[in-house]
């Protein structure tokens, strides 16, 4: 299946979750965080969240500030 990773395709299992493209990529690190379709998805849920064809996913820094 082809998702869509920060503009780049790549290619992941059917039934892959955000979990599993994150240890794919070798991205599974403290202090980012995940939106697919445009949607910020919990840290806790990413283990749940199941990709499919065509999603738009965004790995970004996730940033503390005042």
């Known amino acids: 299946m082809k998702v869509r990773v920060n503009e ?12 599993d ?4 990529l070798a991205r599974h690190q403290p202090g980012i965080a995940l939106a697919v379709n445009h949607t910020i998805v ?7 969240c199941r990709l499919a064809e065509g999603d738009d996913i965004l ?3 996730a940033i503390a500030g005042g």
Do not use: M, N
């Open 21 to 24: 493209l994150l240890t794919q």
């Open 42 to 48: 919990p840290r806790r849920s990413w283990s749940q």
């Open 59 to 61: 790995i970004f820094q």
């Open 8 to 19: 780049e395709i790549v290619t992941s299992e059917e039934g892959a979750t955000l979990s």
